[in-house]
Nanobody
Framework: EHLVESGGGLVQDGGSLRLSCAEP????????VGWFRRAPGKEREFVGY????????HYADSVKGRFTISRDVAKKAVYLQMNTLKPEDTAVYYC??????????????????WGQGTQVTVSS
């Protein structure tokens, strides 16, 4: 796999988790990384995006102010810090690489490589 997520788990309402997205299978090239999630019975949903050098980020309204995306270029890793988690944040979280430069970072179809996902469960 090109991307590998880790850091998921079970946390209580109001808690925090940090997800990691490692990129061992991709060469060191400039590309943006998006985070998406899929809750049971729902469509895949955009969470956030970070540009190739980390200067630009975008977030879904539902997570803005609670989630923060960062990247460590030297380690070829991207992180999703999730604070003040809510039960409605429960989902499988995926990171995805935008190698070709998508025109819409919130659209899953614009991404080229995906990880296998990591489960996040927030208990009430």
């Amino acid at each position: 796999e090109h991307l590998v997520e880790s850091g998921g788990g079970l946390v209580q309402d109001g808690g925090s988790l940090r997800l990691s997205c490692a990129e061992p299978g991709l060469p060191f090239i400039n590309y943006g990384v998006g985070w998406f999630r899929r809750a049971p019975g729902k469509e895949r949903e955009f969470v956030g995006y970070i540009s190739s050098r980390g200067f630009t980020t975008h977030y879904a309204d539902s997570v803005k102010g609670r989630f923060t995306i960062s990247r460590d270029v030297a380690k070829k890793a991207v992180y999703l810090q999730m604070n003040t988690l809510k039960p409605e944040d429960t989902a499988v979280y995926y990171c995805a690489a935008d190698v070709h430069g998508t025109s819409d970072v919130a659209t899953p179809q614009g991404y080229d490589y995906w990880g296998q996902g990591t489960q996040v469960t927030v208990s009430s």
